[in-house]
């Protein structure tokens, strides 16, 4: 994108312009893209004329098999895309297309028939991936004092000399602002006014906002700057920590990170990336916990990944014993209280019995040790609690306290054995309740491990369960506010099936719900999606995904630093806030700008025109390729007027990070905040 610089402000101050190069224009249409709708869900760049939408999907044969009535068959498709995978590629459509969408969905509920070897050659440059807990705890091992201090002081300057960049970027925001006059783009003018005005209130927080890694509205991601395993304020910075040769823990984490964007842009094996995303949020880790940095690569690969689409029963029970939820609810700590006592009961009885067989007198009583009953274990209600609240039930599913107790009386002596040495599930007999536990009025006394064996058994063929997890099932993938009648439909089931999850995403997805207009560009995409789906969108070759990675992190939402249980959200309030706005536009512009390390995007060939020839036309090009032509008037007349607007940007277009203006972003905000809705 060129600059050409404007006549000098009162503060002396040039700001950029934007010129007409294919980059600008996809640029400027991209970051549109992203901030009218929060991550509209982009088609793909395949001819798919505008006409298509006119024609009768009963009678398309890319739609047999499915109950399609109200959606065109590109509108489908890329609603399945959207849904079913991280959005669309370049020429998807037209494959799927050829293929039949019903023959698609069918393959992706049946990853393994899928060919996916060029995704593992690119898993290759992460070796962490294949190795396991004991060789990363002895790879990449904490840092010595004096290293963790060294490191502590270079991240200080660097966040006092972001701190003064960001305070110089502040004054010249509010000298320009000073100078603006009201925001163009047409419609309700009192509104738009009255936004910009909320804007320019909010301004003086506007860097703070800028800088911060997680947007205010999700309390999901509190407290998650300070602990940052990743670290690192510029996206295109590699903190040292977890550079490529770096055998600190905090690489560990982030060739997790790195991996799974990589899958999500790359794999063929779409659904099974956004189920393993789904069911990691579900079952949430905090990486950022001691010793759990280690575990969650098997977590992952071991737990999650392979019963994404079995008996939701196995998951449950993958997950109670992976030493990743242990050490992360701290279950691993929890003992009958009463089991100390009984140690020491049965060792002095086997020192009673050893005297007396040899005619030993007895010892002195030994005087009480305070440190040592300190030490003493007792019953932790963590794992108990969120295996019914978070895991099988729900808030709502009708337990008490009393049965949060008792569950984690069951759990007792489900363990980590040499939790910094391998970390392995151990069941420990002399730290379980013997004694029977009543759980939802059924008694629980198998015995030893079986108590929460048969816990686990209770609470996921409970009917709160099974309306649970196909209500969180249906707000993934329908809705944020699914049709009852559609859940009632997918909880019968889940019942009938065991808890099959492939047989309840056939349901939702075999259902005249899920392909309604309603559904149709009802969600709202998070962090996460926006990063990769805009990447798939473009057709970006991405070397380096650690960047995208840092940006999914700074829009709001760290991969694998959700630090309470709950989970990132999945309803579209969380993500809808002026810092996701910001973070929004400033991605999409790095990214289409080609300011992102280690990712490159062939403009003129997306736009398929020479835009320095005929603006108009790179224009109407890009409004098809990424708003699928649906952009009404206002919104086309708007992106024009923009162009060559110095409000739209602040700062020189090679600092993405730095100021976009309050009041523009909040008026277009609320003008098209739900683009992806169809009209």
């Known amino acids: 994108m060129r600059l050409q610089e404007s006549p000098a402000s009162q503060v002396n101050q040039r700001i950029p312009t934007i010129s007409a190069t294919p980059r600008s224009f996809l640029a400027v249409i991209l970051s549109f893209a992203c901030v009218l709708s929060l991550g509209i869900e982009l088609p793909a760049s395949a001819a798919n004329p505008a006409s298509a939408k006119d024609k009768k999907p009963k009678n398309d044969p890319a739609l047999k098999g499915l109950p399609i009535t109200e959606l065109s068959p590109d509108e489908a498709i890329l609603h399945a895309l959207n849904r079913l995978a991280y959005g669309p590629r370049p020429g998807e459509v037209e494959r799927i297309r050829q293929m039949g969408l019903a023959k698609w969905v069918e393959q992706q509920l049946n990853p393994n028939s899928i060919d996916d070897r060029a995704l593992d050659a690119r898993l290759a440059d992460y070796p962490t ?109 590699v903190p040292r920590a977890i550079a490529d040769d770096s055998k600190r823990p905090q690489r560990v984490v982030a060739e997790l990170g790195m991996a799974k964007v990589t899958r999500a842009i790359y794999s063929e094996r779409q659904l099974q990336q956004v189920m393993d995303d789904f069911w990691f949020n579900h079952f949430n880790v905090f990486a950022g916990k001691g010793e759990d940095r280690y575990y969650i690569t098997s977590y992952e690969r071991d737990v999650i990944q392979p019963h994404a689409f079995g008996k939701f029963k196995d998951l449950v029970t993958a997950t109670a014993k992976s030493p990743a939820m242990l050490f992360y609810l701290d279950n691993f700590l929890s003992a009958d209280p009463r089991a100390a006592q009984r140690q020491a009961a049965e060792r002095a009885a086997r020192q009673q019995w050893r005297r007396g067989r040899f005619g030993w007198p007895a010892p002195p009583r ?24 978070l895991h099988t039930l729900g808030v709502d599913g009708g337990y008490t306290q009393k049965d949060v107790t008792e569950v984690a009386r069951c759990f007792t002596g489900w363990t980590i054995e040499k939790p910094r040495q391998y970390a392995d599930f151990k069941f420990d007999d002399r730290l379980h309740d013997p004694d029977a536990k009543y759980v939802l009025g059924k008694k629980i006394h198998a015995g030893g491990m079986k108590d929460g064996e048969q816990v686990i058994d209770l609470l996921v063929h409970h009917p709160s369960t099974a309306r649970f997890i196909s209500t969180k099932l249906a707000r993934r993938f329908v809705s944020d506010n699914p049709p009852p009648a559609l859940i009632n439909r997918m909880v019968e089931t889940f019942q009938s099936s065991d808890g099959d999850i492939k047989s309840v995403l056939h349901i939702m997805i075999w259902s005249p719900e899920f392909w309604s207009r309603e559904s149709y560009r009802a969600k709202i995409k998070t962090p996460f999606e926006l990063v990769v789906s805009a990447v798939r969108a473009l057709g970006t070759d991405v070397d380096t995904p650690l960047p995208l990675v840092q940006w999914v992190g700074r829009i709001g939402e760290p991969l694998y630093q959700c630090q309470p249980p709950t989970g990132y959200s999945d309803k579209a309030d969380a993500w809808v ?77 090679d600092d993405a990070h730095k100021q976009v203006d309050l009041g523009v972003v909040a008026g277009l905000n609320f003008k098209g905040t739900r683009l992806e809705r169809s009209p």
Do not use: H, W
Request: net charge neutral; no cysteine.
């Open 129 to 237: 991936l294949r190795m396991s807990t004991a060789k990363l705890i002895d790879e990449y091992p904490q840092p010595k004092p004096a290293e963790k201090q060294a490191e502590k002081r270079a991240q200080a300057q660097a966040q006092q000399e972001q701190r003064r960049s960001d305070a110089a970027a502040e004054k010249v925001a509010r000298d320009v602002q000073g100078t603006q006059g009201p925001v163009a783009g047409g419609g309700d003018g009192e509104a738009v006014q009255q936004n910009t005005a909320n804007a320019k209130q909010e301004m003086s927080d506007a860097p703070a906002l800028m800088k911060q890694e997680q947007p205010e509205g999700n309390p999901a991601t509190k407290g998650v700057g300070k602990r940052d395993v990743l670290g690192g304020a510029d996206p295109n910075n």
């Open 577 to 653: 806030n002026t810092g996701a706005l910001l973070n929004r536009l400033n991605y999409s512009l790095a990214l289409a700008g080609n300011k992102m390390r280690g990712a490159r995007t062939d403009v003129a060939s997306l736009l398929g025109v020479d835009s320095s020839a005929d603006p108009k036309a790179a224009l109407d090009r890009a409004v098809q390729v990424f708003l699928g032509g649906q952009a009404g008037p206002t919104t086309v007349e708007t992106l024009e007027k923009q162009l060559d607007n110095p409000q739209v940007l602040q700062a020189k277009l």
């Open 366 to 389: 030994p005087v009480g040790n305070p440190q040592a009953k300190k030490n003493e274990r007792g019953l932790n209600e963590n794992y108990g609690r969120e295996l019914m609240e």
